[in-house]
T-cell receptor, first 115, second 115 residues
Framework: AQTVTQSQPEMSVQEAETVTLSCTYD???????LFWYKQPPSRQMILVIR??????QNATENRFSVNFQKAAKSFSLKISDSQLGDAAMYFC????????????FGKGITLSVRP | EAGVAQSPRYKIIEKRQSVAFWCNPI?????LYWYQQILGQGPKLLIQ????????DSQLPKDRFSAERLKGVDSTLKIQPAKLEDSAVYLC?????????????FGPGTRLTVT
């Protein structure tokens, strides 16, 4: 069974600084997708960034980038130039390739941003 | 494009009572998911529909939970009777079969409190 581990329950970053959120996963599959989702307080979950396992290049979306280490089964999220609006819970999620496969989430990490 | 709609947003019931949640996915999305998110944890898939058929309900407590998607569009999740441990946010998500990653779009969730 696939598992996703986020070992840091909380992190804090100064506004405008850079922070990295860690995630590891376990799978026997070779073709899969990894995601980072953001869930602000009392608001809906939105996709931050997606990485296809077959791509060696790390995904980037504006201030968000990932460090995908397939052999180590590690998938960290880097947030550059942190903003107050980045404060939220962040979930790492895994999904194997295929139309009907489910998302498996980690426990999440609470990120606070200090002004 | 309208997002995933859910109602109600909040519900408070006493244990042993019944409750139902409603979800309307993004138009044209064939796949619909119900997740349970207990406070401080990541979402856990309860049931997944492809059109009006069940793809995965392995983690649905079938003695008390039921779900249907009769016309392959909107869906209802029911709990009968509710227990204290059912207190959680119930998230609905939908995805299209178009695109390789089958990205899931989440609704705002229904926060259930069982007293």
């Amino acid at each position: 069974a696939q598992t996703v581990t986020q070992s840091q329950p909380e992190m804090s970053v100064q506004e405008a600084e850079t922070v990295t959120l860690s995630c590891t996963y376990d799978t026997s599959e070779s073709d899969y997708y990894l995601f980072w989702y953001k869930q602000p307080p009392s608001r809906q979950m939105i996709l931050v960034i997606r990485q296809e396992a077959y791509k060696q290049q790390n995904a980037t979306e504006n201030r968000f980038s990932v460090n995908f280490q397939k052999a180590a089964k590690s998938f960290s999220l880097k947030i550059s130039d942190s903003q107050l609006g980045d404060a939220a819970m962040y979930f790492c999620a895994y999904r194997r390739s295929g139309a009907n496969s489910k998302l498996t989430f980690g426990k999440g990490i609470t990120l606070s941003v200090r002004p | 494009e309208a997002g995933v709609a859910q109602s109600p947003r909040y519900k408070i019931i006493e244990k042993r009572q019944s409750v139902a949640f409603w979800c309307n996915p993004i138009s044209g999305h064939a796949t619909l998911y119900w997740y349970q998110q207990i406070l401080g944890q990541g979402p856990k898939l309860l049931i997944q529909f492809q059109n009006n058929g069940v793809v995965d309900d392995s983690q649905l407590p079938k003695d008390r939970f039921s779900a249907e998607r009769l016309k392959g569009v909107d869906s209802t999740l029911k709990i009968q009777p509710a227990k204290l441990e059912d207190s959680a946010v119930y998230l609905c998500a939908s995805s299209s079969s178009a695109g390789l990653s089958y990205e899931q779009y989440f609704g705002p969730g229904t926060r259930l409190t069982v007293t």
